[in-house]
Every structure is written in structure tokens, then in C-alpha cells.
């Protein structure tokens, strides 16, 4: 009883002092801007997104968003790749573009200091606007994709992720991996074009947090952007279409099975997504205290890790159980997984059970925000997929307001037992 | 133009740096018992990072017991005499905390990391788990599976990983680096319940351990809280640690690891000395400025000129860890890239270390590096797991926190002839003695062929 009072306090006191406060512009240039001050270190960090993932990728093509964000910062102007490494490491900066499944982009973390800053930013300027996609360079890093692709579809952990991605996702780009093939028949030109029609003003999300003013950070979005191509509209993804149950076995001579289960579920800002957050929490998103880490791991041994999670796209995003067993094992593993499972989804969280979840998370939240590279994730996400400015303010309440009723009829409808698919690399 | 640049940075951190140590932040109490305890304030957010760091680790095992430090390390949330199992995890959960552990060859670490009024419940328990572990063979037994599961994760899946550790196996014959933290699957077969119990009694006590807090705290506080809950454990006599020192090295040893895999990788380790006095040793020092130069961001030399230029490396990569218990390697590995062999590369990364012993490096890449070390210390300040992972991993590899400073200090002091000296000597006429090489040697999959390594099912 202390406790809980204890938690209900610390619940109250956190909501008290939450207040991040996000500000929201559009720049001059059309592109969306979301700032946090925060003059406590003198740390600034910046990300630029675009509806440029790998699910952008042309048909044939996949791997060419992937390539895009990566070859951004090996020549940009007049400079070439070394120039550019060499001045970034030269002021202690760290930038990376990277492309994920809806958006493609750079993060750069650079000390705050005029002089650091300012190059830092003339730099990510270059890149996001100019940049050269050298033949060379480009030869060569098809080169290591390559190697790099042949080498992941070794391993049983990346075979069980593609395989997986390709049975939930039958017909849909969230499907498709990029191949040996699909990289050798990208060219200079495909990137050029990639970014000259993904990389653009009117669909960027700049993110700005740390040691600047509002008004710096202004500038600081505007001056990213101004020269950014126009761009061509956004095209609209495929629809999700939900797979038929089946399970998937992968020949493979590792020593573990890897288990994948699962199905699209749910989008970024759908009402269900806080029942699923809350009810996953009991299922197998709480770590040690997981209904699948107690059954699984806990009770049998069965595992070192076993997990469950919601990842919300833009469109569908996937829920996913995950484990990995001795392989002749397997099949009783995947059976516990599976009658976890389905219980849940019958019966969902008992009261305990749903009171545990929403604690966890209310109390949890001042750790997942306790400094600016976390922050940095929220704001990006908030930024790109439109989610309202409040939502860290919000998600006490908006967990709080959860019923174990909410989380069974949101399970009901977005875990139905038909659609999903199962993958084993490595099953006896 | 690189060296002014670096300049104000150097400047500001030395500033940023020293600021907290005027307010003598951290702060340090040695409790009745021995244990000490070491609070860094943070008032950036209302979190606490709690750990409890002691120094045994893999290192401290015999043969035929490997393993034992890292399965203690689960069995430590079995439950106590007072708090049931799972109990510790539950209410860690419940303030909406994290909470994990770690082994490592030097030592073993818990920690949690809470809202800051969650902090004095934490001590409490974690006190408790010294003391009152409740072993039973029932949860041993459970839970040697999960670390065998943990083991074909980590390991026997994970070519890199055999790779590693048949190097170690290779390199030391005498020094207990050899062993992996994980343990040998044989080991962990035969490991019974009173190995862990042994291996708790022996080690897990107060003068053996610190404690450690950062975050929105008052160090006074902490103390009190501390004297109340660790301070009542009563210390024991510690086993006598040998020093198993490695016989000298006479000659280049090679050990190969087939694996299913697509593309080779080579990994290759010199014998060098590790840091021994913060004030008054210059090599260490010199090396991990060396391994910066060879690979300490992304215009370092090994991408430069073997990824980048040459082509001869899908990738490559250096390491130098001087702030060790035990003794240091001088680690260069990679993968060759496509139509290029294993001999190639090693050629090409003892080319590149010839290199710098012939013509040195330049100032432009020493003061890099050392940008990088102070960006990195700022960049540090927004994580206090970060800032509580570097007093900690210092503090268990027989380090005093108060030199940490002295210690970035002294990698700011590194010239360019001390670099060029230590790459003659290490690695120059006459090292090939001190080198240990290990290689990948990819094999296709057969999947009609399922590996059995251990060759033995379990039967616990």
C-alpha cells in the first residue's frame, strides 16, 4: 500500500514538472519545425526527415533509400567525402543519414559553441541540399551493400527478419528487402533522382533541440532548407493487406530456432495504439515481469529472450512476438509462445496486471525523456508523423484512461489469430 | 587551421570539466564496513542511476567453474529470504524503473535506474540481495538453461563472437583472459547450485564492492540512506587473488574458427601494457591515442585508406582498453572485401601500422583525436547512465574517480613522437612474437547439417 501511494505521488509530482514544451513552426521554405530549448549543456541536436524510406523505394530498386541516406555525407558541393569527414571530426561533430521504413534522414549532434555550431549546421546544409552521389563512391558502396546483404542472409536472425517482413506483408514495399539484385541494378542517376524528389522542403520535418534561442532555431530550419529541391507530391503508399495465417519453416544449421509472430497491426496515431501500448506491456513488453518472460524464460528455460511489441507505421505497422531456442526445442517453445498468446487475447490483463502496466509506464515516462538525445526521438516522431504537440503531456492521462476491456477489443481487433504468420529459421 | 579550431573546444571543456569538481561533485564516503560510496549529483532531470559494482568477474574463476560469475549474476534475481523471486524485478517495474546487470572479465555490476524517490527503496533491496540470496537448486536449474540459451545466442550463433573468443584462448595461456565471460558450454553443464552459492559467499560483500549513485539527488542524503541499508552488512575476509600473470610471449600463435558464414574475418591481437599509474605512465596513453588514429571516427586512417582507398576491406577496425584489471591487447580486425583474401589484410593493417612507425602521424590527426575525446566527455552529460558507466567501469578496474580528470589530462598530452614511439616498439621489427591471429575461415550453409558444438543435450 505505501508503495502504490508512493507511485501515485511520484505520478502527480512527475506530471507536475513534465511541461517539455514543444514549439511548432513552418519555415519560410514550407518545411515543419519542432524545437526544444534547453540551455543546460551545451549540446545541440538536429534531425531532418523526409517521407524517404526504403518504402519509397522504386519497384526493382529496393535498397536505393537505404543508399540515398547513406551516400549524403560522402560528397555534398565542392567537397568531397574525406573533406567532409575530416571537418565534422575536426569540430567533434557526429552526423549520420540513415533511412528507415517511412522516413530517410540525418541526425547531427554538434557542440553548441558559435563557432562548432555553425560549421556543423554549414555542413548539414550542404549535404541535405547539394549533394554529389561521386560514381565512384557509388560503385563502391553498392560494392559493400552487397557484401553486406550476402553476409546478413547467413545469419538465421537476419533470415527470420526478411522472411518475416516478406509473409506479413505479401505484395506491399514493408515487404521487400533489398537483394543482390535489386542494389546492382541501381545507378547514379536513380540516386539523383531519389533525392531530387524525396528530399524536399515542403515534406521535411526538422527537429532542433539544445542550446539555441527560438530565434536561432528559426534561422537554423530555414537555412537547412531554403535549398532544398521542390520536390515531387508525395505518392501514396499500397494499402496493407493482412496475410493469411501460416507458418514458415527456414532450413538453417544454427544452433538456436529463431521464432518470428505476427501481423500489421496498427498505424502511428490510431485510438487503439495506447490499449495495445498498455496491454503489450503485459504481454511481452514489460521485460522481466512479461507474461511471455515468465512462461517462457522464467518457468521452462525455453529462452534467454522473448519479447512482444507494436511498432506503428505510417501505414500497418507490424506486432511481433520474438524468441530464440535451442532448436530441438523449438516447437515447444512456440507452443508456449502461442497459448500465451491466444489467452491474452481472450481474456486480456487481470486488474493487477493492468494496474502493474500502467504504472510501469506513467512513472516510466521522466526516464524515457530524462535527457535531449531521448527527447530527440520523441520529437522527430511527434514532428513526422503529425502527433499532437501534447502527447508527452498527454500520455499519463491518455494511459490512466485504459480498460482491460479497451485492450481485449483492441487486441480483438488488431491481433486476429487468422492473419497471423509464423516464421522458424533453424526448427527441428 | 585544425589546431586553433580544436582549441576553443579543449578550452571549454576543460572549463565544463572542472566546474563540478569546485563543488567537489562527486562526492565519496567510505562506510563502517569498507564498502564505499561514490554520488554524482545530476539535477537535470528527476532521475537516479542506483548501482552496485563488485569486483569479481570471469577473471576471478578457476578452471572447470567459468561461467559462474555471469550465472550468479541471474541467480541474484531469484529472490531472497525476504522479497520472493521476481519480486526485486516487480517493484522496479512498478516506479516505472529499469533494472539489469552485467559481467565482464573484471567485475559485476547491478543497477537500476528510478525516478528519484524510488532511490532509497532501491537500496534497500539491492543491500538486501547482498546479503540474504535465497539459492535453491529448483531456480538454478531453470535458469543454467536461460544461460545456455544466452550462450548459443551470444556465441555459438555468432561467428564474430567464436572468433573472439578463440583469440583470447590463443593469446593467454596462463592469464585467466582466456576464459570467456559466458563460460564453456562443458562448464556450464556441469555447474552445480553450490558453485553459485560458493561463488556468492566468496566475493559478495561490502569491502569488495561500491556503490555508486548519479542523478537529482543530495550526496548527504545518499549517505545517510546508505549507512542505514549497506552500512549494517557485516564485511568479510576476501580470498587471496593471485596475480596469474602471462608468461612472456615467444613466438606468433594462429588460430582458425570455420563457421557458417559468407565473408572471412581476421581479428589480430599484440601484447602491450596497460595502465598502471594515471600520473606517471606515458604508454598507455600514447597506444589509445594510436588506436584513434587508426580508428576513432570516421576520418580515421583504417576506413580511409583500406575501406575507402584501397578496397581491400568490407571493414576495419582498432582497440586499445588500457583501463583493465587484468592485461591489454592491441586489437586490429576487419573483413575483406569481395574478391580480396584474409592474407591481404593483414598484410594491409600491419601496413598500416608500419606506417605510422616509419613516418609518424600528423598534427592534424592528433589533435583530432583529441577533439574527440573532449566532445565526447560533453556529449557524455546528457546521459547519466553514460556519466555512471565511465566512474564505475574506472572505479572496478582499480582506478580512484579523482583521476579521471588527470586521466583526460594526460590523453590531451600524447604527442605525435610518443604515438610514432610506441607503434615502433609494439609493432615493429620483432612484434610478430607478441601477435596472436585469428580467423574466420566462412563455411557454406549446410542445412541438412545442423551444428551441435556442445555435442552434449542438456540434462540439468
Known amino acids: 500500500m505505501r508503495l502504490l501511494l508512493a507511485a501515485l505521488v511520484m505520478a502527480l509530482s512527475f506530471a507536475a514538472q513534465a511541461g517539455v514544451k514543444i514549439e511548432h513552426w513552418v519555415a519560410p521554405s514550407g518545411a515543419r519545425v519542432y524545437f526544444i530549448e534547453s540551455h543546460d549543456l551545451p549540446i545541440l541536436d538536429v534531425e531532418v526527415d523526409f517521407p ?23 560528397g555534398a558541393g565542392d567537397l568531397d567525402e574525406e573533406a567532409i569527414s575530416s571537418r565534422l571530426v575536426d569540430i567533434g561533430a557526429m552526423l549520420n543519414g540513415q533511412a528507415g521504413d517511412d522516413r530517410a534522414g540525418v541526425t547531427l549532434r554538434t557542440l553548441a559553441y558559435p563557432k562548432e ?19 565512384a563512391v557509388v560503385a563502391r558502396e553498392k560494392t559493400r551493400s552487397i557484401a553486406a546483404i550476402q553476409e546478413a542472409d547467413t545469419r538465421p536472425d537476419a533470415i527470420a527478419a526478411k522472411r518475416f517482413a516478406a509473409a506479413i506483408y505479401p505484395d506491399h514495399p514493408y515487404g521487400i528487402s533489398a537483394t543482390t539484385d535489386s542494389v546492382e541494378r541501381i545507378g547514379r542517376d536513380d540516386l539523383v533522382a531519389f533525392h531530387r524528389d524525396h528530399y524536399a522542403a515542403p515534406t521535411a520535418v526538422v527537429s532542433i533541440i539544445g542550446d539555441v534561442t527560438r530565434g536561432e532555431a528559426e534561422a537554423i530550419a530555414q537555412s537547412l532548407t531554403a535549398a532544398l529541391p521542390a520536390g515531387q507530391p508525395e505518392a501514396p ?70 519479447y512482444s511489441y507494436f511498432a506503428p507505421r505510417k501505414l500497418e505497422g507490424p506486432f511481433q512476438i520474438g524468441l530464440q531456442t535451442r532448436r530441438d526445442q523449438a516447437g515447444a517453445a512456440l507452443k508456449v509462445a502461442d497459448d500465451v498468446l491466444a489467452r491474452f487475447i481472450k481474456e486480456g490483463p487481470t486488474a493487477a496486471e493492468l494496474a502493474a502496466a500502467k504504472q510501469n509506464l506513467i512513472n516510466g515516462l521522466g526516464l524515457r525523456i530524462d535527457s535531449n538525445a531521448k527527447l530527440l526521438g520523441y520529437l522527430s516522431t511527434i514532428g513526422f508523423f503529425g502527433l499532437p504537440l501534447t502527447y508527452l503531456d498527454d500520455f499519463p492521462a491518455r494511459v490512466e484512461a485504459v480498460t482491460a476491456r479497451q485492450v481485449r477489443e483492441a487486441f480483438a481487433r488488431h491481433v486476429k489469430s487468422e492473419n497471423l504468420v509464423t516464421v522458424i529459421v533453424a526448427g527441428d | ?51 552496485v559494482w563488485y569486483r569479481a568477474g570471469a577473471m576471478d574463476e578457476k578452471d572447470g567453474y567459468s561461467g559462474v560469475a555471469h550465472v550468479l549474476e541471474h541467480m541474484m534475481f531469484k529472490g531472497t529470504q525476504k522479497v520472493k523471486g521476481g519480486e526485486f524485478n516487480r517493484i522496479v517495474a512498478e516506479v516505472g524503473g529499469r533494472d539489469n546487470a552485467f559481467t565482464s572479465l573484471d567485475y559485476t555490476a547491478y543497477f537500476q535506474i528510478v525516478p528519484k524517490a524510488a532511490l532509497p527503496k532501491m537500496m534497500a533491496l539491492e543491500a538486501d540481495r ?12 531453470s535458469e543454467l538453461k536461460v544461460v545456455m540459451e544466452e550462450r548459443r545466442q551470444r556465441t ?39 558453485d553459485a552459492r560458493d561463488w556468492y559467499r566468496r566475493w559478495y560483500e561490502p569491502n569488495n564492492a561500491f556503490l555508486l549513485v548519479v542523478g537529482d539527488v543530495e550526496h548527504e542524503e545518499v549517505f545517510r540512506e546508505a549507512a542505514r541499508t549497506y552500512g549494517r552488512i557485516k564485511p568479510h575476509a576476501l580470498p587471496v587473488r593471485k596475480p596469474q600473470n602471462e608468461p612472456v610471449q615467444i613466438g606468433i600463435k594462429r588460430v582458425t574458427v570455420k563457421a557458417p558464414a559468407r565473408l572471412p574475418y581476421i581479428a589480430m591481437a599484440w601484447k602491450v601494457p596497460r595502465l598502471t599509474d594515471v600520473e606517471h605512465d606515458r604508454e598507455p596513453y600514447a597506444l589509445e591515442v594510436l588506436a584513434g588514429v587508426l580508428d576513432g571516427s570516421d576520418a580515421a586512417r583504417l576506413s580511409k585508406s583500406l575501406v575507402r582507398t584501397q578496397k581491400i576491406a568490407q571493414s576495419a577496425g582498432a582497440g586499445y582498453d588500457g583501463v583493465v584489471r587484468g592485461e591489454s591487447l592491441f586489437v586490429l580486425d576487419g ?46 552529460r546528457d546521459s547519466m547512465m553514460a556519466q555512471a558507466m565511465e566512474i564505475g567501469r574506472f572505479e572496478a578496474s582499480g ?48 542445412e541438412s547439417q545442423p551444428k551441435e558444438k556442445s555435442g552434449v543435450a542438456v540434462r540439468h
Open chain 1, 52 to 74: 524517404a524510406g526504403s518504402a519509397y523505394d522504386p519497384a526493382g530498386k529496393a535498397g536505393l533509400a537505404g543508399l540515398t541516406a547513406g551516400l549524403l555525407e560522402d
Open chain 1, 117 to 135: 555550431r555553425d560549421a556543423a549546421l554549414a555542413l548539414l546544409q550542404l549535404i541535405l541540399g547539394k549533394p554529389t552521389f561521386p560514381e
Open chain 1, 237 to 306: 503508399l499500397p494499402e496493407v493487406k493482412l496475410p493469411k495465417a501460416e507458418t514458415i519453416k527456414v532450413a538453417h544449421p544454427a544452433a538456436q530456432s529463431h521464432i518470428a509472430i505476427g501481423l500489421p497491426a496498427v498505424r502511428r496515431g490510431d485510438p487503439d495504439y495506447f490499449a495495445l501500448l498498455v496491454g503489450n506491456y503485459t504481454l511481452g513488453g514489460g521485460g522481466f515481469v512479461s507474461r511471455l518472460t515468465k512462461e517462457v524464460r522464467e518457468k521452462r528455460g525455453f529462452a534467454y529472450s522473448v
Open chain 2, 1 to 51: 587551421m585544425n589546431i586553433k579550431k580544436a582549441w576553443p573546444i579543449a578550452v571549454a571543456v576543460v572549463a565544463l570539466i572542472a566546474a563540478p569538481a569546485a563543488h567537489a561533485n562527486p562526492f565519496e564516503k567510505r562506510l563502517a564496513n569498507g564498502m564505499r560510496v561514490i554520488v554524482k549529483e545530476d539535477h537535470r532531470a528527476p532521475t537516479a542511476v542506483h548501482m
Open chain 2, 130 to 141: 547482498m546479503a540474504n540470496l535465497r539459492l535453491t537448486p529448483n531456480d538454478f536449474a
Open chain 2, 156 to 194: 555459438e550463433d555468432n561467428p564474430q563472437a567464436l572468433v573472439w573468443e578463440a583469440l583470447n584462448a590463443t593469446a593467454y595461456r596462463a592469464h585467466p583472459y582466456r576464459r570467456p565471460v559466458i563460460g564453456w558450454m562443458d562448464d556450464l553443464e556441469h555447474m552445480t547450485w553450490q
Open chain 2, 335 to 380: 573483413q575483406p572485401a569481395e574478391g580480396h583474401t584474409v592474407a591481404e589484410l593483414e598484410a594491409a593493417l600491419k601496413a598500416e601500422l608500419k606506417r605510422i612507425a616509419d613516418e609518424g602521424v600528423t598534427a592534424d590527426e592528433l589533435e583530432r583525436v583529441k577533439t574527440q575525446v573532449v566532445a565526447a566527455e560533453v556529449y557524455k
Open chain 2, 399 to 446: 582506478f580512484n574517480w579523482r583521476d579521471y580528470d588527470k586521466l583526460l589530462e594526460k590523453l590531451r598530452s600524447v604527442t605525435a613522437g610518443e604515438v610514432q614511439a610506441v607503434a615502433k616498439k609494439y609493432f615493429g621489427d620483432g612484434s610478430d612474437d607478441r601477435l596472436t591471429v585469428a580467423v574466420l575461415d566462412p563455411q557454406p550453409l549446410d
